[in-house]
């Protein structure tokens, strides 16, 4: 335990995610007392989060509690809770967490809470269609994923067979992309000797995306080499669809050739992203602009206008266009920690943050990826083993790097899913497929009959 | 996919757990089809629960999918399902899962439906006491177990701490000692480094039992050891105490000397078993007697009285007192397959189950565990090994097994736990500690206000 020194310098930094996470490293060794303010008690390696949903890893490899990583950085205080209000006047941070609310006092602030998932304005999407942004998020589509193979298995009626193999993911961006081919592996590689009644490899995973292209960001050469992958791996992609309806059964779209419904049972959304109501509120209290997913126009600097104590990273600042990955969490989290050390030593302060493009890169099934660093592109077996390598690099700032390397081996080299734990409570109280009253099984739309003893308690 | 076979005897099996993986396997070469029915889709290694729910090991490592480990095994088909019904005459049996409930004929039936924990009569103690029984409950107490650290770290009322801080185990039997066991290892060596605020070390172990030792099952010798051992640890061991309520903030418990309260936020159930109401449903079908615990009182050969087609095995089944762990449940399952072999290569049927004791063993902290094979007794770091080596054993028969060894290696090498995960839901979502109105939050039965803006919507 250590207490704050008296006077010294103290930031409050909200969100851990790669933006407060290495802002917070950077203040290592730094006089400052740093108040690290998460609404988890663990980081989430983000971009790994598609292969807890697809069974490869456990949620523990790719969310290392925070206090473990910064154990050993003495100047830095964890504390849960969801940040609820920010008095820039007073220069407090409020947050609340289950039974208690506190205020915390700061010099400088570092705002750096990500973005959840947008149904642009949809939200009623969300409980037929789960996002891909937490934890929570990933273990409620790994149940879903395996829970529909399971159902397929006992069902007679041919079309709700074709429901519950049909996988439909909204989004063509990298986690859209991931997610969709891991589910095409799945059915195609783990789990056909493992069902008696259905083939899995007659599985229809259908990918969707308003736009016209896969990866967009990655580029006309690498988009469509992405798109032919896809294609060999049987996935329909389906481009310039709109989506304008989820409910438990299916999913309406306005397509070039006018409306369409997809029956699917199991539906999966990662199709946009918006700051949170936190970035709203920062922005009405200091006047900031916000762009159209709700972000705040920072200065230059990754300050807000007005207050140069106040730092927004990440998914939440908008500035020059800058795309939402990993590197420029991490960097502008850096940039706002050297600008904070910069004014302590009295030198000058309001540099420009400049992102350094590391590249980016999408695995689109085991030994296939997309992968653009500077102005090279790389795809197929290359790619992938590039994805690897820099996967395998960050880690080792992790534990857990061994189990990780063991469970690729057990899927990329094997055909295994060492992670597939379907909860009771996530096949049976699916709201969607709760039954209704005595003799009564509400099934999407569907009201069929129960059996006499409807009354479902667990086994053991 | 494979199609029955015409006129093939017909074997179901109602539950996964030791007793009906194991019959199943039995029957691997028999002239059978069998149709193995389990509310969930993976087997659980229960012995290891505690694993999980101390960050230990991930769900994955016990509960493997049961298709994987039977999928080389082609009479067997794996259904998902909640048996509901036995028809004994029309000889079915019928299973509900969501949306849809199905009925399966049967020549032989093996009911391993396992036990479920039992508050003995009061049910209501389970929403603030969860029990240990499913990977359900193990992660919901990994989720209130680390929960708790962080919500202690938080608190300013130093009775609230010390709530937070204490820990209360019902049941001193081996998952009792196993779980009070690990907690107080948490407090001690994983954690005491990662808070600010609280000493971890503080932390109180509770562990209550109605009985008058611990472990009682492994003699005087031997439970005289492990409770030393506790104390060494600096586990509060309270014998002879009966637990008369159970509610968010604490525990009334009659003792010895009269009646008491435990002031404590995180309570912990694994003091009894009850069969599932199926047994009841089985034993009135049949004419069979049952126990206290409600198991089916069967025939020596394991079958139901005046239903040599159906076996009970298992914790399910009541035969010569014998103890409900892994073991009984193995043999037993073993015993029903093999009985169905002999009827059908014409044999005498009708051969008394008989146990053999391969001993028993519980582990109280790293390196150090009881253990009694056949008249010889082992405790501490021979115990232990003895642990290590009979766990390493069975495990190979599945996979991940590398990785179970890695986390080992991490947490009793290490201090480290790899799987702490408390999502966001199980944290902020906790009945007893949600907000009830707009500036009003319930605490257990404490009401604080709550802060100006009580909606609480999840960061990144």
Same mark, same amino acid.
């Given at each position: 335990?250590?207490?704050?020194?008296?006077?010294?310098?103290?930031?409050?930094?909200?969100?851990?995610?790669?933006?407060?996470?290495?802002?917070?490293?950077?203040?290592?060794?730094?006089?400052?007392?740093?108040?690290?303010?998460?609404?988890?008690?663990?980081?989430?390696?983000?971009?790994?989060?598609?292969?807890?949903? /697809? $069974?490869?890893?456990?949620? %523990?490899? #790719? *969310?290392?509690p925070?206090?473990?990583? !910064?154990?050993? +950085?003495?100047?830095?205080?964890v504390?849960?809770?969801?940040?609820?209000?920010?008095?820039?006047?007073?220069?407090?941070?409020?947050?609340?967490?289950?039974?208690?609310?506190?205020?915390?006092?700061?010099?400088?602030?570092?705002?750096?809470?990500?973005?959840?998932?947008?149904?642009?304005?949809?939200?009623?999407?969300?409980?037929?269609?789960?996002?891909?942004?937490?934890?929570?998020?990933?273990?409620?589509?790994?149940g879903?994923?395996?829970?529909?193979?399971?159902?397929?298995?006992?069902?007679?009626?041919?079309?709700?067979?074709?429901?519950?193999?049909?996988?439909?993911v909204?989004?063509?961006?990298? /986690? $859209?992309?991931?997610?969709? %081919?891991? #589910? *095409?592996?799945?059915?195609?590689?783990? !789990?056909?000797? +493992?069902?008696r009644?259905?083939?899995?490899?007659r599985?229809?995973?259908?990918?969707?995306?308003?736009?016209?292209?896969?990866?967009?960001?990655?580029?006309?050469?690498?988009?469509?080499?992405?798109?032919?992958r896809?294609?060999?791996?049987?996935?329909?992609?389906?481009?310039?669809?709109?989506?304008?309806?989820?409910?438990?059964?299916?999913?309406?779209?306005?397509?070039?050739?006018?409306?369409?419904?997809?029956?699917?049972?199991?539906?999966?959304?990662?199709?946009g992203?918006?700051?949170?109501p936190?970035?709203a509120r920062?922005?009405?209290?200091?006047?900031?602009q916000?762009?159209?997913?709700g972000?705040?126009?920072?200065?230059?600097?990754?300050?807000?206008?007005?207050?140069?104590?106040?730092?927004?990273?990440?998914?939440?600042?908008?500035l020059?266009?800058?795309?939402?990955?990993?590197?420029?969490?991490?960097?502008?989290g850096?940039?706002?920690?050297?600008?904070?050390?910069?004014?302590?030593?009295g030198?000058?302060?309001?540099?420009?943050?400049?992102?350094?493009?590391?590249?980016?890169?999408?695995?689109?099934?085991?030994?296939s990826?997309?992968?653009?660093?500077?102005?090279v592109?790389?795809?197929?077996?290359?790619?992938?083993?590039?994805?690897?390598?820099?996967?395998?690099?960050?880690?080792?700032?992790?534990?857990?790097?061994?189990?990780?390397?063991?469970?690729?081996?057990v899927?990329?080299?094997?055909?295994g899913?060492?992670?597939?734990?379907?909860?009771?409570?996530?096949?049976?109280?699916?709201?969607?497929?709760?039954?209704?009253?005595?003799?009564v099984?509400?099934?999407?739309?569907?009201?069929?009959?129960a059996?006499?003893?409807?009354?479902?308690?667990?086994?053991?």
């Amino acid at each position: 335990m250590n207490t704050p020194a008296e006077g010294r310098h103290r930031v409050v930094v909200v969100g851990a995610g790669f933006g407060g996470l290495f802002a917070t490293k950077a203040l290592r060794n730094a006089p400052v007392d740093v108040t690290l303010i998460n609404g988890t008690a663990h980081h989430l390696f983000q971009p790994l989060l598609y292969q807890v949903a /697809t $069974g490869i890893l456990s949620e %523990g490899e #790719i *969310a290392p509690p925070i206090r473990e990583i !910064l154990r050993r +950085q003495d100047n830095v205080e964890v504390r849960l809770g969801t940040v609820t209000d920010v008095d820039v006047t007073a220069r407090t941070v409020t947050a609340t967490a289950p039974g208690i609310s506190y205020t915390v006092g700061y010099d400088s602030l570092i705002v750096a809470a990500g973005a959840s998932q947008s149904y642009f304005g949809n939200d009623q999407f969300a409980e037929n269609a789960p996002g891909m942004k937490s934890i929570d998020d990933a273990l409620e589509l790994r149940g879903r994923i395996f829970g529909a193979f399971e159902l397929a298995e006992l069902e007679t009626d041919p079309e709700m067979i074709d429901r519950w193999l049909t996988f439909v993911v909204v989004g063509a961006g990298p /986690t $859209g992309v991931e997610m969709a %081919g891991q #589910i *095409a592996e799945l059915a195609h590689r783990t !789990l056909p000797k +493992q069902y008696r009644r259905i083939d899995t490899r007659r599985v229809r995973v259908i990918l969707l995306d308003a736009l016209d292209a896969v990866l967009p960001s990655f580029g006309d050469h690498l988009s469509t080499r992405a798109l032919r992958r896809l294609h060999q791996m049987g996935i329909e992609v389906e481009l310039g669809n709109r989506v304008v309806g989820v409910d438990a059964t299916g999913i309406e779209v306005d397509t070039p050739r006018g409306h369409q419904r997809i029956e699917s049972m199991t539906k999966i959304w990662a199709a946009g992203v918006a700051a949170p109501p936190l970035a709203a509120r920062l922005a009405e209290a200091t006047g900031a602009q916000t762009d159209r997913a709700g972000r705040i126009q920072v200065n230059p600097d990754c300050t807000l206008p007005g207050h140069p104590e106040i730092f927004a990273v990440g998914d939440m600042m908008s500035l020059n266009r800058l795309p939402g990955v990993a590197q420029v969490a991490i960097q502008s989290g850096r940039h706002a920690a050297d600008q904070i050390k910069r004014r302590l030593r009295g030198k000058e302060t309001g540099q420009p943050f400049s992102y350094h493009d590391k590249g980016s890169m999408a695995t689109i099934s085991r030994f296939s990826a997309v992968a653009s660093i500077g102005k090279v592109r790389f795809s197929g077996l290359i790619g992938w083993l590039l994805w690897l390598a820099v996967h395998l690099l960050y880690l080792v700032g992790f534990k857990n790097r061994l189990t990780t390397v063991l469970h690729w081996a057990v899927s990329f080299i094997g055909r295994g899913r060492s992670e597939r734990v379907a909860t009771f409570q996530q096949v049976f109280a699916r709201r969607a497929l709760l039954q209704v009253g005595p003799g009564v099984v509400r099934l999407g739309e569907r009201t069929v009959p129960a059996p006499d003893t409807p009354e479902i308690t667990e086994p053991r």
